[in-house]
């Protein structure tokens, strides 16, 4: 590790080295984007990122979430070509892209305080591209530095490694060679203490190799944040103040003492139509209570709602009981049927509890394979998933927009479950897209997608290795 001062023009330069699985890493700080709050110019092997961080100064109004954006933009001259589009210039996101920015920001989105409402817009740029070393694990790096090192509150650093398995080998941040091989694709990003992320595909390995490179990893994690924590004492600013979210506490614990056992009883039930017409009937009750001394009550109720379902939620699991009755380890009841769709290639109809999802599969020649105009290798791809959340699945009064990012994470997710098991070009010289309909959503649609999809493959005659389902699960802990 050594750090390098250069020109009189940027009295900030700084440039912070190590090395990340046996490869050259490198920060490079106060020489570019100086009117951004963080930048830095980050270089593992060729891949060359730059990042930039800028915070606004002031809390957005009227808001009850954090406006974090990550975007992380790929550009066709770091891999030494022109983009295929008529005007011949980057268009919108391609879906690597917006699954790397994905990959970004959910790591690092928890770690921002809860109550802060100012805009935060990060920035990261591909201006060079060398196959051995995942831009994605370049940028995610040094997006944790910048944030640490700069004035806005945040809870870490981070670190990030993938994870590779090779010839009975754990390896870190394969290499093009070895990803070829490799039988697991696993991203694993970490705080020193805990993971926070894990990204995984794998051809269907044992658990005890997974559990094994996620271990491993967070290890090797740790090196990566005690040397960001070596740039945070160099050249670390203090944190900012910001104005903290409005919040009536006093109002919100007069809610929860009165309304405790009703709550109760308007969470113990299966079926999400009839909780939130209990809650909605509470509420109501709310305000003939507390309106004339409280008229601004309103804009606190999305978040009184949140709290009170969440202290309820995490005391009953806690106890074992869940909201619907369920114990800890039991699943809904599940229904499955093929051949929903009578003048398709295959269909799969899943249902569990209250969530369904149509899925339905068509075959045609490989010249339908998707063509792809990205920083990476791949040129075009013979399976393509594809996700559909509309608004009235959830019961929601609005008309259906534009694919959004989730709807195109969650297509990759199922996607990435679903490939292992697909025969070989040579086995089955087609091209396959699937496209899952949600119907309803009671949790876990992405999942609930993995399973109708391999109903429609089945059901279109694809000779998969074997079915794929797929599950959600979560950890609660008393602290």
């Keep these: 590790m050594s750090t390098v001062i250069t020109h009189k023009q940027f009295p900030n330069h700084k440039i912070f080295k190590t090395e990340i699985a046996g490869r050259p890493f490198s920060i490079e700080v106060g020489k ?12 593992y092997g060729d891949t060359t990122v730059h990042v930039a961080i800028c915070v606004s100064p002031r809390p957005r109004d009227g808001v009850d979430f954090f406006p974090l954006s990550v975007d992380f933009e790929e550009k066709l001259y770091a891999v030494g070509r022109i983009p295929g589009s008529f005007m011949r210039r980057e268009g919108r996101p391609s879906l690597p892209a917006v699954l790397a920015s994905r990959l970004i920001d959910r790591p690092i989105r928890p770690l921002f305080p809860y109550d802060f409402r100012n805009d935060v817009c990060i920035t990261c740029t591909v201006m060079s591209v060398d196959y051995d070393c995942s831009p994605e694990v370049t940028a995610m790096i040094g997006v944790s530095a910048c944030l640490s090192y700069s004035e806005i509150p945040f809870a870490g650093p981070i670190g990030c490694l993938e994870v590779g398995y090779c010839d ?109 017409q209990r809650w909605n009937a509470m509420i109501d009750k709310w ?59 295959g269909s799969g109809l899943f249902t569990r509890g209250q969530t369904q999802v149509l899925s339905v599969a068509t075959l045609n020649t490989l010249a339908a394979a998707q063509k792809l105009d990205t920083i ?60 899952s309909e949600v119907l309803s959503s009671n949790g876990s649609t992405s999942q609930g997608s993995i399973c109708g999809s391999t109903l429609a493959l089945m059901d279109a005659g694809v000779p998969i290795k074997a079915p794929v389902a797929g599950i959600s699960c979560g950890l609660i802990q008393d602290d």
């Design 287 to 345: 305000h003939e209570d507390y309106l004339e001394e409280y008229p601004e009550m309103d804009k606190y109720l999305e978040e009184f709602t949140y709290k009170f379902q969440k202290k309820i939620v995490k005391a009953w699991l806690l106890q074992g009981h869940r909201v619907d009755g369920r114990a800890k380890n039991e699943i809904r009841p599940l229904s499955a049927e093929v051949g929903v769709l009578p003048k398709v290639h």
């Design 32 to 43: 570019t984007a100086e009117l951004a709050n963080a930048a830095a110019l980050v270089r």
């Design 376 to 435: 990476w290798e791949e040129e075009e791809k013979r399976y393509m998933h594809h996700y559909n959340f509309p608004p009235y699945s959830v019961g929601e009064a609005k008309a259906p927009r534009s694919t959004n990012r989730r709807e195109y994470g969650h297509g990759a997710l199922a996607e990435r479950a679903l490939v292992p098991v697909l025969p070989s070009v040579d086995e089955f010289p087609y091209a396959i897209r699937v496209v």
């Design 168 to 276: 009975g080998e754990i390896v870190f941040n394969p290499t093009q060679e070895q990803r070829k091989t490799s039988r697991m694709d696993v991203t694993v990003a970490a705080t020193e203490k805990k993971v926070v992320m894990i990204e995984a595909g794998a051809d269907q390995i044992p658990d005890d190799i997974m559990y094994e490179g996620i271990v491993k990893a967070h290890e090797e994690i740790k090196k990566q944040v005690a040397f960001i924590n070596d740039i945070v004492a160099q050249i670390g600013k203090p944190k900012m103040e910001y104005d903290h979210a409005d919040f009536n506490q006093e109002l919100f614990d007069k809610i929860v003492d009165k309304y405790m056992d009703e709550a109760k009883a308007a969470m113990d039930t299966d079926d999400k139509n009839i909780r939130e």
